[in-house]
């Protein structure tokens, strides 16, 4: 009789061992999904660097000083990947929008949007001040 009660006991050991094994399985597979926050944070990122990018060289300054737009727009649908919408806003040292056409790829649908602000000057004699606002969004 004592023996029976010791191949139940097995059974049931066994079969919390297994429960307690999937369940952190589906745990740990929960945790290490992508959160909106790691996804916000790489496309600040990648944002910054295109932006990082456009300035390094002086274009970015030449861009907004000319009011060329559409070859800001061009040259930010060349450096973002696709799949990703931009809105791009320009203002002045007095924070007063200097851009006069919309400067944009996409409407901004999707609820993760990210906005990065980044600090221009220009490289001539005038010295000049932007402070440029890129929202970024992943496109649904």
Known sequence: MRGQKSGQIRII???LAIFIIFSALTISANLSAKNPSQRSNGLASMGMQVLLHLDSDGSLAAYIAAGNWSGLREALELLLPAGVSFNLTVYD??????NTELIFNGALNSQETTLVKYVCTSRGLLFR???????LAVAK
Do not use: K
């Open 129 to 135: 001040c932007y402070v440029v606002y890129l929202y």
């Open 93 to 98: 040292d007095q924070m007063r929008q200097v």
């Open 13 to 15: 050991e066994a079969f």
